[in-house]
């Protein structure tokens, strides 16, 4: 594996760095925001909406509940460290790489705005909102882990978690729709009290939960997120840890009162979210890198917040979001130790580190509060993560039981491994100095995770809240300690004795990691991703070769697609009563001998050999539809039509007049050597591709025209409109007024147009 962009040169660079005000301040910013959000939820949040699209039913809907101030604190506070962190590190690691300071304008901007829209995607109430803040993170994400953008792996790495995230992101857009066509509104709070079981309501609760486990990297879509590491570590401990893929599990928290309408969907999420477990613990076993196997873990991590969603009902709805909290401060935390070693080291990989303990012990003893937190040990919050999550499993049956054991022995076993390795044993790389910003953040975080530990109301109003919201009913969360058999004690130290073994036998666990890693390689989702990525790279060659070959190739590549479609959609769709006949009146005696006229005009203009026939032909097809306009009471457009037909008729001609004549000496030498090879061929493709074209065009104007929609038009408008603006003809008053800015627009492209093509005229280089 190729070293990590985190390693560079260990040490101080020899000159003093300049002081980093810009992340200072995106920090200020954020502390800030975790005030407010604080304030907010402490005052009992509260709500705004502001028409966005009234004519459906759109609305700029932001509701401040328990659901959005656990993910906006969790977005903010973290950020506030994350942030502080990160300009000691960002500051080190632009040195190392010898690039400029300036380069941090590069960086905070996507981080505010990441945070920014983290709290927007929490409070959002639309389904439509949620979709476009569950973008604006992809984005933000994209440009954060491309910000090495000269290392080829961040930028394959920004790529692959762009395409996973934003593709799937369209199964959430899909899914609105489905029920917006069944219930008219994109709502939240609406489409919960209106929606049923149903077809509708389980294709487009599955089409959500798609984009929500692709988000969070859940199997099997979850390998962007290990490739993510290229990224800075305060990318990694921020987006990586507590907010990017917490997006996903957020959605899935604001959506669960749908789901619950679709049993086959949240059992699907169940299994997917136990998979997820599964894989990540086992991968994080054997991983070498120090951010390999905390990204893993985060895999693993947020599959058990997927399985509580999967189990549903109050306990679990409750214990999911405890679990995202206690999860966010030490996973954070755990990433800025391996940030800090790597820094102090210059190395990332645990087989090249060791004994950091005697040499850092603060850090480590933070590390090892972090640590102790994930594993789910006692006096840390993250006990009670575990013991919410034994109870919630342990009520859903046996199976879940002995699969929550499973998965918490496999968190034990690999955080263990990972602060062993890296604290204890012989030193490998004798550390440097390094800030001393890039250390306390750390241990903020520990004592966060201490504090929560040994009074866990801090986080357990703050989770029964949330909790609430999911459930759409409330939630009581009584977390402690209580020393008897209960079945969340007993499955504690199932899970601590299990997770010691395999930390102790490093054989084992190291075989087996090795094992599983060699059968993901093999058959896994990367393999699938890395071939169908190649395929569409060299599909897309392919029909671009062709496209770009003439241009009848290119109009085809428009036309040809457009007919497949509509023919898709003619067989999908029921037509019975779609098309209609209706009877010949007075004028269309008239008006039909003009269309056939337009008819074999056209022909005639497809047919034509000689330029100037062409171009009368083509005049033919314009003046004829000029007389259609006028035969159907519209003079006005007739006479606009007659002018600007009459006008590109002579503009035609003039340039024909210009281009060589037929009997030229280049002409001449193609017409001796014969037919060009392949015409005919090519003449029966494009008759085969204007034909579809066409019938594709006939048949939709046909069925528009046959069962026209029954919503107002906006003719009535403009037309009532129209004396306001100071005008007695609609289509003036239109181009003018209504859309003046579209046409001093449109007449400044002609513009640009006309003086390139005289420009080239005069040199002499269109021909």
């Known amino acids: 594996m190729a070293k990590s962009p985190d390693a560079g040169a260990p040490g101080e660079p020899s000159r003093r760095l300049p002081a980093d005000w810009l992340g200072w301040s995106s920090a200020a910013f954020a502390l800030v925001g975790f005030g407010v959000c604080w304030a907010g939820w402490r005052s009992g949040g509260g709500s705004a909406s502001l028409p966005w699209v009234p004519s459906l039913d759109m609305h700029l809907h932001f509701t401040y509940d328990g659901l959005a101030a656990l993910y906006s604190m969790l977005a903010c506070g973290i950020g506030a460290l994350v942030f502080a962190y990160g300009t000691g590190y960002l500051s080190l690691h632009l ?15 996507w981080m505010v705005l990441f945070a920014v829209s983290m709290v927007g995607l929490a409070t959002a109430q639309d389904l439509v909102l949620l979709f476009v803040f569950f973008d604006v993170t992809a984005i933000c994400s994209y440009f954060l882990i491309a910000f090495d953008k000269d290392e080829a792996p961040a930028r394959r790495a920004a790529l692959m978690a762009l395409l996973i995230t934003v593709a799937s992101a369209v199964a959430l857009l899909i899914g609105a729709l489905l029920l917006y066509a069944r219930y008219h509104t994109f709502s939240l709070p609406v489409l919960i009290e209106r929606v049923e079981s149903g077809p509708t309501t389980t294709a487009a609760a599955a089409l959500i939960a798609v984009a929500a486990l692709a988000k969070s990297a859940q199997v099997p879509l979850h390998f962007w997120l290990p490739k993510a590491m290229a990224a800075p570590t305060p990318v990694s401990a921020y987006l990586h840890s507590a907010a990017m893929v917490a997006a996903g599990v957020l959605v899935l928290g604001r959506v669960h009162p749908l789901l619950m309408h679709s049993r086959p969907v949240l059992t699907a999420v169940l299994v997917v979210g136990a998979a997820s477990v599964v894989v990540g613990g086992i991968s994080a076993l054997g991983q070498d890198v120090l951010k390999q196997v905390l990204a893993y873990s985060t895999i693993s991590q947020y599959g058990y917040v997927v399985m509580l969603y999967g189990i549903g009902g109050r306990l679990a709805a409750g214990a999911a979001a405890f679990y995202v909290l206690a999860h966010g401060v030490a996973k954070s935390a ?38 102790a937190n994930l594993a789910g040990l006692p006096l840390t ?8 999550y034994f109870e919630a499993a342990a009520g859903a049956g046996r199976l879940l039981t002995v699969g929550a054991v499973l998965a918490a022995a496999l968190t034990l076993a690999y955080i263990g491994r990972f602060w062993v390795l890296l604290f204890l044993g012989p030193t490998r790389t004798e550390p440097h100095r390094i800030p001393r910003v890039l250390t306390w953040p750390v241990m903020v975080l520990a004592g966060i995770g201490v504090a929560g530990g040994l009074v866990p109301q801090l986080f357990s109003r703050l989770a029964a809240d949330a909790g609430s919201v999911t459930n759409a009913s409330p939630v009581s969360l009584t977390p402690g300690y209580h020393f008897d058999a209960r079945a969340g004690n007993l499955m504690a130290l199932c899970a601590w004795t299990l997770g010691a073994v395999l930390l102790a036998l490093p054989r084992v666990r190291d075989g087996l990691s090795r094992a599983w890693t060699r059968v993901g390689g093999r058959f896994g989702p990367l393999r699938i991703y890395t071939r169908s990525l190649r395929a569409l790279s060299r599909l897309s060659a392919a029909i671009h070769d062709r496209e770009v070959r003439d241009l009848r190739s290119s109009v085809a590549a428009v036309l040809v697609p457009a007919g497949l479609l509509t023919g898709v959609v003619f067989v999908l769709t029921p037509i019975r009563g779609a098309y209609s006949i209706g009877s010949i009146g007075d004028v269309d005696w008239l008006i039909l001998p003009l269309l056939g006229l337009v008819i074999i005009a056209t022909l005639a203009v497809a047919r034509a050999s000689a330029r100037v026939g062409m171009v009368l032909a083509l005049s033919v097809v314009g003046f004829g539809l000029a007389a259609v306009y006028a035969l159907f009471g519209a003079p006005d457009i007739a006479l606009v039509a007659v002018v600007v037909e009459t006008m590109i008729t002579l503009v035609f001609i003039g340039a024909l007049a210009r281009l060589p004549r037929p009997g030229a000496a280049g002409e001449l030498e193609v017409r001796a050597g014969g037919p060009e090879p392949g015409a005919p061929r090519r003449h029966q493709r494009n008759l085969a591709a204007g034909g579809l074209a066409g019938l594709a065009a006939f048949v939709s104007v046909w069925g528009f025209l046959s069962a026209p929609s029954a919503a107002p038009s906006v003719s009535e408008e403009y037309l009532r409109r129209t004396p306001s603006a100071h005008g007695l003809d609609a289509v003036t008053v239109i181009i003018t007024d209504f859309r003046g800015l579209d046409t001093l627009a449109e007449i400044t492209v002609l513009l640009v147009a006309v003086v390139g093509v005289a420009a080239l005229l005069r040199k002499g280089k269109l021909w």
């Open 95 to 109: 040195a190392h790489q010898h690039r400029p300071a300036r380069q941090r304008w590069r960086f905070w901007p």
């Open 381 to 388: 919050v993250g006990f009670f993560k575990d013991e919410l």
């Open 334 to 371: 755990l990433f800025m130790t391996a940030g800090a070693a790597t820094m102090a080291t210059g190395e990332d990989r645990l087989s090249r580190l060791g004994g950091l303990g005697r040499r850092r012990p603060a850090l480590a003893v933070a590390a090892a509060l972090a640590a």
